[in-house]
Nanobody, 123 residues
Framework: QVQLVESGGGLVQAGGSLRLSCAAS????????MGWFRQAPGKEREFVAA????????YYANSVKGRFTISRDNAKNTVYLQMNSLKPEDTAVYYC????????????????WGQGTQVTVSS
């Protein structure tokens, strides 16, 4: 099991930016594909972004494509989510995730979850 700890959430005005970080506990972090999901109040958790173990391949939900960037620093066991041009509809709890298998980036493929960090975008 890998422990994941998110940070960087907060309150921001529409059009602003935030960067989320997710620190992993294991040195084998670089073996795994990682990603981010989010859950807005009253809604189901949804996929946001994922990237391969090397960081060479990335995937995004259509709703965030062009505004969010996922990246990783394997030397620091950390994955990031840079969020630009934020909208009120991006308000949610954001969860870091470790995937069991490379290339399978749905919720059922998540092996470990972080505790979540709140992002609130005001209009």
């Amino acid at each position: 099991q890998v422990q994941l700890v998110e940070s960087g959430g907060g309150l921001v005005q529409a059009g602003g930016s935030l960067r989320l970080s997710c620190a992993a506990s294991r040195r084998t972090f670089s073996d795994y594909s990682m990603g981010w999901f989010r859950q807005a109040p009253g809604k189901e958790r949804e996929f946001v972004a994922a990237l391969s173990w090397s960081g060479a391949t990335t995937y995004y939900a259509n709703s965030v494509k062009g505004r969010f960037t996922i990246s990783r620093d394997n030397a620091k066991n950390t994955v990031y989510l840079q969020m630009n041009s934020l909208k009120p509809e991006d308000t949610a709890v954001y969860y870091c995730a470790r995937f069991r298998y490379s290339g399978s980036y749905h919720e059922g493929s998540v092996a470990d979850w972080g505790q979540g960090t709140q992002v609130t975008v005001s209009s």
